[in-house]
């Protein structure tokens, strides 16, 4: 008797966890093992009118997307440069908020995939917590499951 009412409760706490704490404790982790950091500099001049100029990186960038550009730095202090496009074939970063008719050094620190000599291994790891995640989930309504069949 006792343990029919415990099953449906330890599974709706299970369900509960996976989904509150998985996020924190899983994604994080994941993302960082994927990824890995690096900076690429250089000079960047830009002409009369013109407030932006592009960086070519070493390594790509991580999902082509430039949310995994971390910090965009200048060496001339009336620059605000943010990273706004990324060509994936060139694997250059286009640069805005640069001012105009000026030299300058640029620092752009970013992600780049560091599965990317691993075959699959991107792609295992990007799977792998969504299948955990499902797997606690239906343990969570197996046990819910269980205990309302026995009855």
């Known amino acids: 008797m006792g343990s029919r009412i415990i099953e449906p409760i330890f599974g709706i706490i299970l ?33 009369v009118g013109e407030t932006s100029g592009t960086l070519t990186l070493q390594q790509g960038l991580y999902d082509d997307d430039t949310a995994n550009v971390s910090s965009v730095t200048s060496s001339l202090g009336t620059d605000a440069p943010i990273a706004s496009s990324y ?41 792998g917590p969504m299948i955990m995640f499902l797997g606690i989930l239906g343990m969570g309504i197996g046990l819910i499951y269980h205990s309302i069949r026995g009855r």
Do not use: C, W
């Open 87 to 127: 060509v994936a074939a060139t694997r250059h970063v286009t640069i805005t908020g640069l001012t105009a008719s000026q030299t300058r050094e640029l620092t752009v620190s970013y992600l780049y995939d560091a599965t990317s000599s691993l075959t699959g291994m991107g792609q295992a790891g990007k799977m």
């Open 15 to 47: 369900i509960f966890v996976a989904m509150a704490l998985f996020p924190g404790m899983v994604m994080e982790p994941t993302h960082e093992m994927l990824t890995d950091s690096a900076v690429a500099s250089g000079n960047v001049t830009t002409g």
